[in-house]
């Protein structure tokens, strides 16, 4: 274990990681299996798992399979099916952080206000709800999936009636024959519509733009199956590897390969053909955008549920908000007993980049007015011994973000490592990071995502730039930053930690 030899020795950690998430989690196992720093996990949430924690609104279930979407070095041979419900994933995760011994680590309903570089004594400074911590180096594994996005609906707050984003459901709130309707038409929102098209009186679906969807192949495990995975841990393995190969080719229809284009197309095409047989719907959900651009949604429900006589969809738009419902652009009033906000995340602006102070104290949502950006997708210049897990550029059209985690898992022991040993400030100097993001700009230039004609998320709002996905193969992205390298960093003695 690294010493601290100072005079308050007891209370300065080697590393504080904020977020007990998928990735936080990972690297809180990595570190306690190391046994080498002395670390503490800030999570304002009263349990592990993050976004598989937060969102349990009905349907919630994973559209990546299992056998990839999972920790690498504990696999798991009893997944129920191929594509896990949330109570599966996050008892995973609970499991996860009890076999590995974890939780002590971890400071649970501890909100992380601000954290500030201290130059002089070469350490951050953390503010929560529960007090300060002190640590020689700081990693937010805090997610881009975390905190919700409201819309902003002119009125909408002078709704009386009750109202609930998807990532805060309120299971006490009976929706069983009311009068609801579901905002957004995205990978949460097309989960949820097919469930509550069941219980509820009437269901209005508000559309801004349509997903496409293709089919969902979620065949259950059969016992004999789960078995064998279990004996045969190789076959389990075999199959990951089958899974990571076929996701990393769909990054092919990413780069707008045609003939891979022509086979996810034609998959959607014939999906909605099959489903959808009245023309106006048909028109409705075709999307005018290319495929590809926005996540492409699975599911064999959704289209059935958009044709239940209790549902429509209703693309006009919301005009604004009134005390009993909405009032569409085109004038027609809905009155509702309940609105469920399925519109997704503050994934661009990172709530979690308002409260980092770097050198000078500038927050990394100054440095990042045009949009998120950082060395190896890890580091940020101006931010000594700060590494960001899932920040910029590291989020995937396709494929297993539990990937993307590992490998900067990977990347982030290797540098505490490096920076702890040595005793040293470590970051990344400023032409290193703009050269590195000037091959991330130029690698996103022709991909679906800039390219496919949509506005999405992927998106920085105001420079255009690809800054949420990481344009490439997923094993490009563990040769490039699955391995820390002191190349592109400045380093410089520690000051005094007393
Ligand atoms: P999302 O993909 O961002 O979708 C939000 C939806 O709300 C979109 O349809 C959007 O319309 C709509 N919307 C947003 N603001 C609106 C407004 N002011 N008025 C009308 N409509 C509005 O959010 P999400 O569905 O929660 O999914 C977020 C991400 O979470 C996904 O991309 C995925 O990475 C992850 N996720 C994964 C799973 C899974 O199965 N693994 C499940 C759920 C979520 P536009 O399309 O026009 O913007």
């Known amino acids: 274990m690294t010493s601290t030899r100072t005079r308050d020795e007891d209370s300065i950690y080697d590393v504080i990681v904020i977020g007990s998430g998928f990735s936080g989690l ?34 919630a279930a994973c559209d990546i399979p299992s056998h990839l979407y999972s920790y690498s070095f504990r696999q798991k041979a009893d997944w129920k099916s191929v594509y896990a419900k949330q109570p599966e994933i ?16 971890i400071h649970f309903g501890t909100k992380v206000k601000r954290a500030a570089w201290d130059e002089t004594r070469s350490l951050w400074r953390v503010e929560t709800e529960q007090g300060p911590y002190l ?11 975390s905190d919700p996005a409201f819309p902003e609906i002119e009125g909408l707050d002078s709704y ?8 805060q459901w309120d299971h006490s709130l009976d929706l069983a024959r ?18 509550l098209a069941k219980v509820v009186d009437s269901l209005t679906v508000f559309q801004r733009s349509a997903p496409y969807v293709v089919p969902r192949r979620d065949p259950a495990y059969s016992a004999a199956e789960q078995r064998m995975f279990a004996r045969l841990p190789q076959a389990a393995q075999q199959l990951r590897d089958e899974l990571f190969w076929f996701n990393e080719g769909r990054f092919l229809q990413r780069r707008r390969v045609p003939s891979f284009i022509s086979i996810v197309s034609t998959m959607a095409q014939t999906h909605l053909d099959a489903q959808v047989q ?6 409705k959900v075709t999307p005018d955008y290319e495929i590809g651009c926005k996540r492409i949604l699975i599911s064999n429900d959704y289209y059935p549920a958009l044709q239940r006589p209790n549902v429509s969809l209703e693309t006009s738009g919301i005009e604004r908000g009134i005390e009993n419902g909405v009032v569409t652009r085109d004038g027609v009033s809905y009155e509702f007993d309940a609105i469920i906000l399925a519109t997704g995340f503050e994934a661009t602006d990172l709530p979690i980049a308002e409260v980092i102070h770097g050198c000078q104290g500038t927050t990394l949502a100054e440095s990042w007015r045009s949009g998120p950006e950082a060395f190896a997708c890890a580091s ?23 990937f993307m985690a590992e490998t900067q898992t990977n990347y982030i022991r290797e540098a505490l490592n490096h920076l702890l040993e040595r005793q040293i400030v470590i970051e990344p ?13 130029s690698r996103s230039q022709g991909t679906v995502w800039v390219a496919g004609g949509c506005k999405s998320w992927y998106l920085h709002p105001t420079s255009g730039k690809l800054t949420a996905l990481w344009p490439d193969f997923m094993r490009q992205f563990r040769a490039e930053n699955g391995s820390f390298s002191s190349r592109g960093y400045d380093e410089r003695a520690t000051e005094s930690q007393i």
């Open 429 to 441: 100097n400023a032409e290193a990071q703009r050269d590195y993001v000037g091959s991330i700009d």
């Open 90 to 105: 996050f008892a995973y995760l609970q499991s996860a952080a009890n076999d590995e011994g974890v939780r002590p680590h």
């Open 26 to 59: 990972g690297l809180a196992i990595a570190l306690k299996r190391e046994q080498r720093h002395r670390f503490v996990v800030l999570e304002r949430g009263a349990d592990v798992g993050g976004t598989w924690r937060d969102n349990t609104y009905p349907g």
């Open 278 to 283: 009245d023309p106006e719907l048909k028109r």
């Open 178 to 195: 009311k009068r609801v309707g579901v905002v957004g038409t995205g990978a949460s929102a097309i989960q949820i519509v097919p469930e």
């Open 160 to 167: 009386r009636g009750r109202i609930m984003h998807s990532a």
């Open 380 to 402: 940020m210049t101006g931010f000594p011994n700060f590494f960001m897990m899932l920040g910029p550029n590291t989020g995937l059209g396709a494929g297993s973000m539990v």
């Open 135 to 145: 640590a020689k180096a700081l990693v937010s594994a805090a997610g881009h999936l």
